[in-house]
Nanobody, 121 residues
């Protein structure tokens, strides 16, 4: 059974940094697309933040480009999201997801339980 477990969420000040981790178990993620999404509240749509292909090619949402970096460690079955220069608008629950190809189809992806990031001014 596929499991994705996020960690690393925290409360930080405006301009701070965080690294989120997502440990994948139950299958070999080496050939899959992995991504990070965030959701401000349950009523809002979950928005894509970054995705990374098996070869390391990454894509980012415009509002995080240059501040966030996604990476993957296939040997450790882990995907990371390095977040720099955090802003209050980055406050959200962050989820990792996997799908067999990029871009990730949200309705068909496997999801983790989420980790909360709060940025205060």
């Amino acid at each position: 059974q596929v499991q994705l477990v996020e960690s690393g969420g925290d409360s930080v000040q405006d301009g701070g940094s965080l690294r989120l981790s997502c440990k994948v178990s139950g299958y070999d993620m080496n050939r899959d697309c992995l991504g990070w999404f965030r959701q401000v509240s349950p009523e809002k749509e979950r928005e894509g933040v970054a995705q990374i292909k098996p070869d390391g090619t990454a894509a980012y949402a415009n509002n995080v480009k240059g501040r966030f970096t996604i990476s993957r460690d296939n040997a450790d079955n882990t995907v990371y999201l390095h977040m720099y220069t955090l802003q209050p608008e980055d406050t959200a629950m962050y989820y990792c997801a996997r799908y067999h190809t990029c871009p990730i189809i949200r309705s068909r992806a496997d999801w983790g339980q989420g980790t909360q990031v709060t940025v205060s001014s």
